[in-house]
């Protein structure tokens, strides 16, 4: 079985400008949350997808948009780039949706935005 | 608004000795808490969790204790071990919520 990956490794953007982020959850799982981690801060919740819902949201504006598809990749897609954009990105897979559904994470996208 | 907080930034401990990393909360809703370890160029793997109605959870080397009253969970590694050494998170979430609070985590380095 096939961990969480996560495409691509690294990513450099100018303000203003949009990006997609890629992710593979592991087979079977029904669910998957994004999180951002900037530089000396732990994981900020982005939003969850379940069965291809949007399934819970964090504190992030509009501009942070996903998508889930039914091959159980999923997309993180950041309009109008800012500064503050720049951080480590990071998707976690569980089987299904709730807290005792252990996450397991992708190593990550690091976006530097310009 | 850091709801989980870990006030420490970095800890050292000899191989061998205990290490004990400790982290606060503030919101009184979270009812699950978990601790996850991350290496670097890896995403944080999940190391061990605790429920709110229990005040102590045991795997192998790694012991979560939780003091709900002082909103407070520490995590206790023994014998810490090299391999140990590694950036810790504890992270909270209540159920019907699905987003998991993380703190800012706690760089953990096993001196052999």
């Known amino acids: 079985e096939t961990g969480v990956t996560q495409s691509p490794t690294h990513l450099i953007k100018t303000r203003g400008q949009q990006v997609t982020l890629r992710c593979s959850s592991q087979?079977?799982?029904?669910?998957v949350s994004w999180y951002q981690q900037a530089l000396g801060q732990g994981p900020q919740f982005i939003f969850q997808?379940?069965?291809?819902?949007?399934?819970g949201r964090g504190n992030f504006p509009p501009r942070f948009s996903g998508l889930q598809f039914p091959n159980y990749s999923s997309e993180l897609n950041v309009n109008a780039l800012e500064l503050d954009d720049s951080a480590l990105y990071l998707c976690?897979?569980?089987?299904?949706?709730?807290?005792?559904?252990?996450?397991?994470f992708g190593p990550g996208t690091r976006l530097t935005v310009l | 608004d850091q709801q989980v907080k870990q006030n420490s930034p970095s800890l050292s401990v000899q191989e061998g000795r205990i290490s004990i990393l400790n982290c606060d909360y503030t919101?009184?809703?979270?009812?699950?808490f978990l601790w996850y370890k991350k290496y670097p160029a890896e995403g944080p793997t999940f190391l061990i969790s605790i429920s709110s109605i229990k005040d102590k959870n045991e795997d192998g080397r790694f012991t979560v204790f939780l003091n709900k009253s002082a909103k407070h969970l520490s995590l206790h590694i023994v014998p810490s071990q090299p391999g140990d050494s590694a950036v810790y998170f504890c992270?909270?979430?209540?159920?019907?919520?699905?987003?998991?609070?993380f703190g800012t985590g706690t760089r953990l380095t096993i001196i052999p």
């Open positions: 087979s079977g799982h029904n669910t």
């Open positions: 992270a909270a979430i209540y159920f019907g919520n699905e987003k998991l609070t």
């Open positions: 976690a897979s569980s089987l299904e949706a709730g807290p005792l559904n252990e996450q397991f």
């Open positions: 919101n009184s809703m979270f009812d699950y």
């Open positions: 997808y379940y069965r291809e819902e949007e399934n």
